[in-house]
Each structure stands twice: as structure tokens, then as C-alpha cells.
């Protein structure tokens, strides 16, 4: 899957879902609505992928967020379950770092060391690994680079195009 060509599907699909409601949408409808669209969208490809048995949406399980419900859950014919928390990015704003920063905490906690959880982002990981150090919050986001930078190499933050082989690979 081309990550470019799936976030113009993710965002054709926001679009006809706001325009039908004929009213201006905030910023946070269209953040809502384009979460909803890219994970009803991941679910919809994946469906056709040959090592795919089953894909939940909106799964919750405490060994992996005991606060939240995991936005996609794939279960392998070879009897593994991938768990996919989707976001838009993990480093742009101030509450995705935030989430970045949870990823982080878990990671170095060990906690993707018994499950396979994948964090699926929308935007391209080269928004952040590409970035050049400006005078403005150089140290954060010398962190956030870091961050992505270590743990997409760990196979947890993937993009579309790389989720797909890393589900073949399993």
C-alpha cells in the first residue's frame, strides 16, 4: 500500500462525510471524522490481505491500555494478534506528543516486548525523521525526532506502506 495514495483516500473520505452534513466543521470534526475515516479504511484494505484472518475495531485490552480501546485489532491466520492504535501523527501537536511520549514510556517499559503493537500514522514518518533544527523548540523536537526515529526502526510506528509487508512478515 502507497502511503500517499491511502492518505488521499483517508481524506476524500473525510470530505464526503462533512460535506453531507452541510455545515462548517470545526477543526475538531474534521480531526474526528478523519481518525474515524482511516481506521474504517485500514480496516477495508486489510481485509484483503493474504495473512489477515480477522480485523476488530475498537477492541479494549488491558494488557495494552488500560484506559483506552484499541483503535484496530488484526488477528494472523498464524494465530497472531497485532494491535493498531491509529493517529493522524505522533509529533505535531501538543497532545500527540503526549501520546508519543505514552508510546515511548511503553516501549522502554518492555510492554511491546510480549505483544505486537504497531502505532499506525497517517502522515508520512519523513515529516519527522527529514526534519532540519531551526533556533524554535530544538530540544523537543530533537527528542520527538529521536524518538520516531527509534522506535519506527523498532517496527512500532509504521506508516501503511510498511505495516503491510511488516503483516506478511509475522
Known sequence: MNTADFILHVEERTWEVLDAKDVEPTRQAIATT??????????????????????EEQVFDIGIDELSNIDIVVNL??????YVPCARDLWKG????????????????GLFDANEVVY????????????????RNVRRKLTLKKWVG???GKGIIQNVDTFWDH????
Open 34 to 55: 478523519r481518525g474515524q475515516q482511516f481506521e474504517k479504511a485500514l480496516m477495508a484494505r486489510l481485509e484483503s490481505h493474504p495473512a489477515v484472518e480477522s480485523v
Open 77 to 82: 491466520k498464524n494465530g497472531k494478534r497485532v
Open 94 to 109: 501538543t497532545s500527540q506528543q503526549d501520546r508519543l511520549q505514552c508510546v515511548w514510556y511503553k516501549y522502554k517499559a
Open 120 to 135: 499506525l500514522c497517517l502522515d508520512p514518518l519523513a515529516n519527522i525523521l527529514e526534519w532540519v533544527p531551526q533556533k
Open 150 to 152: 527509534e522506535l519506527a
Open 167 to 170: 503483516l506478511s512478515a509475522l
